[in-house]
């Protein structure tokens, strides 16, 4: 087995020590978007939609964090694998990486479960909307009543 020299020890820890710290961070963003979805399922059910408003706002700005997140990470993946560090740290980095894979599971599945219920509440609000009886459908002004006109007119000399 070949020797490493200090200087590439140190940056194999330093690669070790970011990727896990930007493991951990997904990993909280993830458990912080599914709050997010957790809540948002809330304001479905309850039919809020000032609260469901502001989940999607949460939403996509959680969603943009974790995309931008996930640029850093995929070339840090690749540093990491290259290093191929050994022992307990390399363990523990497959733990968080497993958990984060947990996590994005249970993301997915959560989505769309709230795309499902949205789906439902959508279908039911345009059958209402498509029951409801217009009183002023066939009148040409709400405010004015259609009257009896007469068709013929006498004339007398």
């Known amino acids: 087995m070949a020797e490493i020299t200090q200087e590439e020890l140190n940056e194999?820890?330093?690669?070790?020590?970011?990727f896990r710290a930007l493991l951990e961070q997904q990993r909280g963003k993830f458990k912080e978007y599914l709050n997010v979805l957790e809540k948002q399922h809330?304001?479905?059910?309850?039919?809020?939609?000032?609260?469901?408003?502001?989940?999607?706002?949460?939403?996509?700005?959680?969603?943009?964090?974790?995309?931008?997140?996930?640029?850093?990470?995929?070339p840090m993946s690749r540093l990491y694998a290259s290093s191929a560090?050994?022992?307990?740290?390399?363990?523990?980095i497959a733990k968080i990486q497993e958990e984060v894979s947990k996590l994005q599971e249970k993301v997915i599945q959560q989505n769309q479960i709230n795309r499902d219920l949205l789906r439902v509440h959508l279908e039911s609000i345009k059958t209402q909307i498509n029951n409801f009886k217009n009183p002023y459908r066939n009148n040409r002004n709400v405010y004015v009543q259609q009257a009896q006109v007469a068709r013929l007119v006498e004339v007398e000399i």
């Open 85 to 92: 560090p050994q022992g307990s740290e390399a363990s523990s």
């Open 12 to 18: 194999r820890v330093a690669i070790l020590k970011r």
């Open 42 to 74: 809330d304001s479905i059910t309850n039919e809020n939609t000032e609260a469901l408003l502001a989940h999607t706002e949460l939403e996509q700005q959680v969603v943009k964090n974790l995309a931008n997140l996930q640029k850093v990470i995929v």
